[in-house]
């Protein structure tokens, strides 16, 4: 068997396309999956015989200590949060903040006991937030906007501390957009694909959407979770930018969408105000010159073939 990893949130887009990699890659993987909820584990169906899957709230730091003090991982992965992005800090942040807490206690778990082990934190584009300038990278000054941008900030500088104060092999990815066919519907690209499949199915005539005029830097989840992989495997601990630095609209999305199955998008799409975001004029674009020339690493799978993926994926289920 070769290096031993830890994944939380494992059985989410990223997890399982993560789990996928390392499995194939000969890892022994531990799934840690949240106790308190119903846990789909459809995305890793393929793979969950070769999985050890630990029910331990990320938030109870004994249960957290126990595993890395017992199995020592070579990597962790901490990919768990609330990733559905909602602007209102009243009813947010708090349900956040356990999210701080859970990195907080796995950094002071592997310091004291598994020292050795590789730690990767999922940070976020929503780091940057209203950025001052586009495209950013791994310079740029953070401005989050959102309470989920706020918790992925205090995660990014726990990590950063823990990597300085005390030498551990800890290092942050700044994600941006990252979709697949196993991308949540409560996201505006699952949410085309899967109505579309309705409507083409004769279940539903209209989609519901808010801005289609805002723009995102998409890339697809498998091409991200390798980035991850090869960050841990850098000898010495740095942070990266990934994204595919290309700008697309979601009207440029549900055009293609649309135009794939032959249908004209402009006879099922109803505009809700309601549905406007307040950030959705922000651009936030990826400059990843440095993961290009550090990791040698350039996303794979284009804009065109990630919204077919999709939309043939929807149309299968």
Not at 5 to 14: F, K, L, N, R
Not at 37 to 61: A, G, M, P, S, V
Not at 231 to 257: C, N, W, Y
Request: charged share 25%; hydrophobic share 35%.
């Amino acid at each position: 068997m070769g290096k031993v990893a830890v994944i939380t949130g494992i059985s989410g887009q990223d997890g399982s396309y993560l789990a996928e990699l390392l499995v194939k890659k000969n890892y022994k993987v531990y799934g840690i999956c949240n106790p308190n909820k119903k846990n789909n584990l459809t995305n890793l169906k393929k793979i969950l015989n070769r999985l050890y899957i630990k029910k331990i709230d990320i938030n109870n730091y004994s249960k957290i200590k126990n595993l890395i003090k017992k199995i020592k991982p070579n990597e962790f992965y901490h990919l768990a949060a609330q990733s559905f992005i909602n602007y209102k800090f009243e009813d947010e942040f708090f349900r956040l903040n356990p999210n701080i807490n859970g990195t907080h206690y796995i950094l002071s778990a592997i310091k004291e006991f598994s020292p050795k082990t590789k730690f990767y934190f999922a940070a976020s584009s929503e780091l940057f937030g209203n950025a001052k300038k586009t495209p950013q990278n791994e310079e740029t000054k953070f401005n989050p906007r959102s309470a989920y941008g706020v918790s992925k900030v205090a995660g990014f500088y726990l990590t950063k501390n823990y990597r300085e104060a005390y030498k551990l092999h800890a290092c942050s990815g700044i994600l941006y957009n990252h979709e697949s066919p196993r991308r949540n519907q409560n996201f505006v690209s699952r949410k085309i694909t899967k109505n579309l499949s309705l409507i083409l199915k004769g279940k539903i005539n209209k989609i519901k959407l808010g801005n289609i005029n805002s723009k995102r830097d998409w890339g697809h989840a498998k091409d991200y979770v390798f980035a991850m992989w090869k960050m841990m495997q850098l000898r010495k601990p740095q942070d990266f930018v990934i994204g595919t630095g290309k700008i697309h609209s979601v009207k440029e999305f549900i055009h293609l969408a649309f135009n794939y199955v032959g249908l004209d998008y402009k006879r099922h799409i109803k505009i809700d105000k309601k549905l406007f975001r307040p950030n959705d004029k922000i651009i936030l674009k990826a400059d990843f010159k440095k993961a290009k020339k550090i990791l040698k690493w350039k996303p794979k799978i284009n804009f065109k073939k990630l919204v077919y993926e999709m939309v043939d994926n929807d149309l299968l289920s």
